[in-house]
């Protein structure tokens, strides 16, 4: 396909975000998304992190296998998650999962530095090829067990996880700012949730369910 009929496609996905939306404002509380968000989704070229057997559905506002039993999120998905952070220009975010590295692209527009953690090697360095190749320059990646997040470049400001625990990780919440949100999928395989974390400045935890999810599993550094 030609980089004009990409480039239609990817408008005509953000339109579908816009409309998925309002459809569901009452569920996620709000009709639109920030505008840096979606500029973001309108920018980066979604076809350059699946497997080119299915650049022609990049698109689509659906999941997309990326390999290993693993999916690239649908767009709007990606948006909800990435609007709820609310990330700042000098934010530094923590992401779970890079998996091809397109939430990735999407959160380097938007925060000053993205560390991102990816378990499965393969994976990893096509990511970081991908992530390369759109000039990505802001984004580090490590290939390891996420559960336990980055401790040496920890705290952050926001973390995005795309995996799905039982519980939320411990270290995770530790590992986040005061002041700052964690946007993570939580629960059993067949009863997960997006959940919006926030660590108010006067102390604890905020916890906020935002509507029913399926994500890939991640587990923890004992189960695995």
Not at 45 to 74: C, L, M, N
């Amino acid at each position: 396909m030609r980089a004009d009929e990409f480039e239609a496609m990817r408008r005509q996905m953000v339109a579908e975000i816009s409309a998925h939306a309002v459809q569901l404002r009452e569920t996620i509380g709000k009709s639109a998304f920030a505008g840096p968000v979606m500029a973001a989704m309108e920018k980066v070229p979604r076809h350059e992190f699946v497997p080119i057997e299915f650049q022609a559905y990049a698109y689509a506002d659906i999941p997309i296998p990326i390999g290993f039993g693993k999916t690239i999120s649908q767009p709007f998905i990606v948006a909800l998650m990435t609007d709820l952070l609310d990330i700042g220009p000098d934010d530094a975010v923590l992401e779970i999962g890079t998996g091809l590295g397109y939430q990735a692209a999407i959160l380097a527009q938007l925060a000053r530095k993205v560390y991102s953690i990816e378990i499965i090697e393969e994976l990893g360095r096509q990511a970081k090829q991908r992530l390369r190749r759109q000039g990505c320059t802001n984004v580090e990646l490590k290939i390891a067990n996420g559960y336990n997040g980055w401790s040496e470049h920890a705290p952050f400001d926001k973390v995005i996880v795309t995996a799905a625990p039982d519980l939320i990780p411990p270290p995770l919440i530790q590992q986040l700012k005061t002041g700052g949100k964690l946007v993570i999928p939580a629960g059993l395989p067949d009863e997960q949730t997006l959940i919006l974390v926030e660590k108010p400045r006067n102390g604890g935890i905020t916890t906020k369910e935002i509507l029913p999810v399926r994500f890939s599993q991640l587990d923890s550094p004992e189960a695995a």
